[in-house]
């Protein structure tokens, strides 16, 4: 049974995540997605529950992930420190320290996290927990499947027929 849980910012262990150096290992991209995140409570992890919340860190020239969508999960972002370039589908825009975003689960919700500053930036990102998702990345035509805890890509003009194979 899930207990409260009480995490401070400035206490919570963070660990490194470089997707440029787990997914790109040539350095072939031209944003640098690298953060460290300090996980709060994650359904992905203990099972339980309906929100995944972690705290962030985006050092100066970083971006979170590549531009998405969602279209299983809402998202929050609550900037607790710091400013950082906000791109969504109506274009780019500064966020600051007290800024709350939410992200609708559908096209409106497109997001990537710049620090174009030279500060860390710090934030939390409150998710609604679903094990099933579809992430869309406009930029790369690319489509991310979450299905219990299969996570495959591909790119939209792969697509096959209904029956193909059937």
């Known amino acids: 049974m ?12 963070y660990e490194k995540n470089n ?9 072939e991209h031209k944003n640098s997605f690298e953060f460290q995140r300090g996980n709060v409570i994650s359904p ?3 099972g339980e529950g309906k929100l995944s919340i972690n705290f ?3 050092q100066p020239g970083k971006s979170n992930y590549p531009y998405h969508q969602h279209f299983g999960r809402e998202e929050a972002f609550y900037i ?9 589908h109506s274009g ?24 174009t500053s ?12 679903s094990s099933h998702d ?23 003009q792969s697509e096959v027929n209904y029956l193909d194979g059937e």
């Open 2 to 13: 899930q207990d409260i849980v009480i995490k401070n910012v400035k206490t919570v262990e």
């Open 19 to 27: 997707l440029n150096q787990l997914y790109d290992p040539e350095g």
């Open 44 to 46: 992905f992890k203990n």
């Open 56 to 58: 962030y860190i985006l």
């Open 80 to 88: 607790i420190s710091g400013t950082a370039t906000l791109r969504t």
């Open 92 to 115: 780019e825009m500064e966020v600051k320290e007290g800024d709350i975003i939410v992200f609708p689960a559908n096209e409106n919700g497109a997001h990537m996290l710049t620090n």
């Open 118 to 129: 030279d500060a860390p930036v710090h934030y939390i990102d409150i998710d609604t927990y």
């Open 134 to 156: 579809v992430v869309v990345y406009p930029d790369s035509d690319k489509v991310r499947v979450f299905a219990g805890g299969i996570q495959k890509s591909f790119k939209m």
